[in-house]
């Protein structure tokens, strides 16, 4: 895509690095959890394909609809758009070494703090500010996941094969261009702006506890609650 430049590194982004790191921690330390227990992981699988991977290209949309075409945004989030819609799929072909279909996450209720959390993200792109959703979508969510994914895959990789593990090859490394592409975008679209950048972080902060109580309680629930 094409590139954008960042001519300096904002303070208030630099902060908001730090205020989440505290939760990202805890976040990649759930891998261990994850690990002790097929029914749990299956059901980690189940929760966030359903709550967060599947309709992770949907928030993209509701945020490229909103771009101005031909900007670097709106070029990020059509091509990223494109991707998750491959993720989405290599994500049900990770899940079958743990004998789950493709109809199992047709079935899945989510629980009450997925439900929270694909529900803020649903509205926040839709109706947010493009930097507050960028801020909340890809800052958080899509970095968070990768670094996550980077962390459990110890855990799992030896289960899978090629075609089950391609997931695990995209987000192993933490997603770096995605991540840095976006926070990128969130300096340069909050620039002189310093009631947006609060907006901005406030909705990070809020995507990331979010974030962090659905999959730890994704971890915690037996399969099919």
């Not at 703090?113 to 947010?128: F, G, Q, V």
């Not at 799992?156 to 990128?184: N, Q």
Request: charged share 25%; glycine share 6%.
């Amino acid at each position: 895509m094409a590139e954008t430049t960042l001519p300096h590194n904002p303070d208030w982004l630099v902060a908001l690095d730090e205020q989440i790191q505290p939760n990202l921690k805890k976040l990649i330390s759930l891998a261990p959890v994850s690990e002790a227990s097929a029914e749990r992981f299956s059901n980690g699988l189940l929760q966030a394909g359903v709550g967060i991977v599947e309709p992770f290209r949907h928030w993209l949309t509701n945020m490229k609809d909103r771009a101005e075409a031909g900007t670097p945004l709106h070029t990020f989030l059509a091509e990223n758009e494109e991707e998750e819609t491959r993720h989405w799929k290599w994500w049900l072909d990770m899940a079958e070494p743990y004998g789950l279909k493709s109809e199992d996450f047709a079935s899945v209720t989510l629980a009450p703090k997925m439900r929270e959390l694909t529900d803020y993200m649903d509205e926040t792109s839709r109706t947010a500010p493009l930097p507050v959703a960028i801020a909340a979508v890809n800052y958080c969510i899509e970095t968070g996941a990768a670094q996550a994914t980077a962390a459990f895959t110890k855990g799992f990789t030896a289960k899978l094969g090629d075609k089950a593990g391609l997931w695990i090859e995209v987000h192993r490394k933490g997603d770096v261009e995605h991540s840095a592409t976006a926070r990128e975008l969130l300096a340069t679209l909050t620039d002189g702006d310093p009631p947006m950048q609060e907006q901005a972080a406030d909705a990070a902060r809020k995507a990331y506890r979010l974030f962090l109580a659905a999959m730890s309680e994704a971890l915690s629930v037996p399969t099919g609650a």
